[in-house]
């Protein structure tokens, strides 16, 4: 099958076995690759109901039809798992080489399964699978495990990794990767950890079929000529995705102790020229990548050498604005710390964060941290973050994030647990951006802005009006999602201006049939109503109430800044609501309808809906 | 077209790679290309690029006399070739690629990367002085 490797992994931990199996045409017809992979095989593969933790849980990898090829940023590759964090569908996408160097192993999609009773190690080189003992391995540093394994098996090895907060099962465990590439978001490598799997390394020597490769050549040379002659390729790639630090401050977005408020005073001191400035050593690509937004630093740390990459624009949001970090160096080194343990430097810094609030307010006590923490401290910073990965003492609650904590801690800490259905809410503050608010309110792993980046539209159209804002949420929800399907990078497109028309020329040479976005926005739509479906049949009443953002966000007015003053109330949330769901095609409580669902093929999901009762 | 590179320019999106297998071979492998672009991570944080730089050294241990300078080139005459793999072994930046069931095979200075190249890291030193911005 063109543009596809033609194959999926199958990999059992605990029976240490493997199985090669055919890629089934439907699957790739109706959800093309990537994020459509990965959801549609825990949808159909792991249980209702099941742990994420046990072993009916899953892990899923796959890069898209178009990863690995020659265009522009083809090197994401999506994962995949019931999550920890939230109870339902969690993905998280990554970049570096990874995705391509599954394909060129000859696989579209790997699948863990099962636990191990050991640390493992599981190599794949092409179609060779090794269950290679990792319990030297077990405890150490995501960024000595890598070196460590690149040392073993060749520098020619791509290679995932969890650290110690993987291996503890903290909530929102991330995935590293090539020395700072992260699938952080819903927890994943916690589910890694708990199936014992340390690392993942693949090695590929196949070719991708394609089938035109002349016209693959030609366009792909068109591509990227096209992407050189963007103006933004100058002016966007130098400082990378914290080159937008400043701008999120001026429009008073910009996450500041702990969404208190929205404008950091200082920013400029930990945002992209700070960095370039001072710690930027090279700019580090993704596979394929023309716009390489990958900044990789060097500080000193106590007359050491620290290396990181990044930070990016959600870590000098989370890390920097909401634990007020206030010098670049410190944000780079809670990064390199965030990073060596595992954890997701958003979901991370918005733990700590509501950690540091609850220490002002009294809810969590210097006799139980045996200690004093403050804002701004790399110290207190170092210690939380320790806690947490390692899940000591106060860590062990903070460990299950946000929502888990405030539930337990009480005091109504959840009003400003920033989080919806469980997942941290990412690097925008949306109290004055509509758009933005709704985007969030209804991504569909969690309050993440990748599924729709809206607050350019709220600037441009009008902050204070709800008008047409819902709409363009799913607009977006169907064009970004739509990149995480076919195994591609959407910074291209945002950021510089390449037109999404560029990609179907590629489509064609690759698949050798004319397919259009509209076909691939279709699969993305699909994709998020089984979501949608699979969410409900997870947690009981799952529907309009675990769309609203945290409280702080309706109540609390922004203190002080640009946007000071400006909050979306209940009120006006709802309204975002209806609008949204009359978009999507669902009911009032949120939840897709029959028509809906019919439109998109989803039988499957209007059968178990039904032996549910939760369909008519 | 003379290639000549700008190491501390590569981000190692590997782009240069894919137009090597792309013209050269019709092939999406990246593996199969005369270019490596080498990651030295996590210390001291910088890319390699080695290329053939048509530095004669295979030329010189080749027992058939299979490689010889055609114009500003080393060239394999693939009839003359006995896959010894002499030339793999003498070449200082591991491009000469002896694949199975293949003839030796190397840059020919086509300039396909040098087009795909997103910083002009690897650049045609006739006409450009490298880096794209
Ligand atoms: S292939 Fe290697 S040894 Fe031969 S000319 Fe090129 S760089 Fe020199
Ligand atoms: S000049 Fe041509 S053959 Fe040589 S490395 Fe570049 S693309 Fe490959
Ligand atoms: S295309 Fe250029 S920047 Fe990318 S790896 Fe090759 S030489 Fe480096």
């Known amino acids: 099958m063109n543009g596809y490797a033609g194959y999926i992994l199958r990999i059992d931990v605990g029976a240490k076995a493997f199985r090669k199996e055919v890629l089934d045409r439907k699957l790739a017809k109706d959800f093309i690759g990537g994020r459509g992979f990965v959801d549609k095989l825990i949808y159909d593969e792991v249980p209702v109901g099941a742990d994420p933790f046990g072993p009916l849980n899953k892990v899923a990898a796959a890069p898209g039809p178009l990863s690995g090829i020659f265009t522009p940023a083809s090197g994401k590759v999506q994962f995949g798992t019931l999550s920890p964090a939230t109870g339902i569908i969690g993905d998280s996408n990554m970049g570096g080489h990874f995705g391509p160097e599954i394909k060129y192993a000859g696989y579209d999609m790997l699948i863990i399964e099962g636990v191990s009773n050991t640390p493992v190690t599981l190599v794949i080189d092409d179609d060779k699978v090794d269950f290679k003992d990792a319990s030297d391995l077990w405890g150490k540093g995501s960024f000595e495990t890598e070196e460590t394994l690149k040392k073993q098996l060749g520098a020619d090895f791509q290679i995932a990794t969890i650290g110690p907060a993987g291996e503890n099962k903290v909530y929102f465990a991330c995935i590293n990767h090539d020395f700072g590439r992260q699938a952080g978001r819903t927890g994943i490598g916690a589910v890694l950890g708990a199936k014992k799997v340390k690392a993942i390394a693949v090695k590929g020597s196949k070719s991708i079929p394609v089938a035109d490769p002349d016209a693959v050549l030609k366009v792909g040379m068109n591509l990227y000529r096209k992407c050189f002659e963007k103006p933004g390729l100058a002016e966007w790639t130098p400082l990378g995705t914290a080159g937008v630090t400043p701008w999120v401050n001026e429009v008073g977005a910009f996450p500041t102790k702990n969404f208190q408020t929205t404008y950091f005073e200082g920013h400029e001191k930990i945002g992209g020229q700070a960095m370039k400035d001072k710690i930027i050593v090279t700019d580090k690509g993704c596979f394929a990548c023309p716009t390489p937004c990958g900044k990789y630093s060097r500080l000193k740390k106590e007359g050491k050498d620290v290396y990181v990459e990044g930070p990016e624009y959600e870590t000098i949001a989370m890390l920097g604005g909401d634990c007020m970090l206030p010098e670049i160096e410190d944000v780079a080194y809670a990064n390199r710390l965030c990073d060596d343990l595992g954890l997701d430097t958003i979901s991370g810094g918005a733990v700590i964060a509501f950690a540091l609030e609850c220490f002002d307010k009294g809810i969590i006590t210097k006799e139980q941290l045996g200690r004093d923490i403050s804002w701004g401290d790399i110290g207190s910073f170092e210690f939380l973050a320790n806690i947490i990965a390692k899940r000591q003492g106060m860590g062990d609650l903070l460990a299950m994030g946000t929502r888990i904590a405030a539930n337990r801690l009480g005091h109504d800490s959840i009003r400003f647990a920033t989080q919806v259905k469980g997942l941290e809410w990412s690097g925008y503050d949306a109290r004055w951006a509509p758009a933005m608010m709704i985007s969030y309110m209804t991504a569909d792993i969690g309050a993440h802005h990748n599924r729709s980046w809206a607050i350019t539209f709220d600037v441009a159209k009008g902050r204070d009006t709800l008008e047409g804002k819902a709409k363009r949420a799913v607009e977006l929800q169907r064009i970004r999602p739509a990149f995480d399907l076919i195994g591609c990078c959407r910074l291209q497109w945002v950021e510089i201006g390449f037109e999404l028309e560029n990609y179907e020329a590629m489509f064609e040479a690759v698949f050798g049939e004319r397919t259009t976005w509209q076909d691939i926005y279709v699969a993305a739509d699909r994709l998020w109503n089984m979501n949608r479906v699979r969410a409900m049949l997870e947690i009981p009443g799952f529907g309009r109430d675990d769309d609203y953002p945290p409280k702080r966000f309706m109540e609390e007015p922004v203190l002080s800044g640009p946007a000071k003053g400006k909050l979306i109330d209940r009120a006006s949330c709802d309204r975002l609501l209806d609008d949204y769901y009359m978009e999507r095609g669902w009911d009032k409580a949120g939840h897709p309808t029959k028509k809906t669902l019919e439109a998109l093929g989803l039988f499957g999901c209007i059968d178990e809906l039904k032996a549910r009762g939760l369909m008519a | ?133």
């Open chain 2, 1 to 133: 077209m003379h290639l000549a590179t700008i190491d501390k320019l590569c981000s190692g999106c590997k782009a240069c790679q894919l137009a090597c297998s792309m013209t050269r071979r019709k092939e999406v492998n990246p593996k199969r290309s005369f270019i490596r672009p080498e990651g030295r991570f996590p210390a001291p944080g910088d890319y390699i690029i080695k290329y053939c730089t048509q530095c004669g050294e295979c030329a010189n241990v080749c027992p058939t006399g299979a490689i010889s300078k055609k114009g500003d080139i080393y060239d394999i005459d693939e009839d003359l070739c006995i896959q010894c793999g002499a030339c793999v072994a003498a070449c200082p930046f591991s491009v000469m690629l002896l694949l199975d069931g293949e003839k030796a095979k190397k840059c020919n200075a086509c300039g396909a990367c040098v087009a795909a190249c997103p910083r002009a890291a690897v650049y045609d030193s006739d006409t450009s002085k490298g880096g794209r911005y």
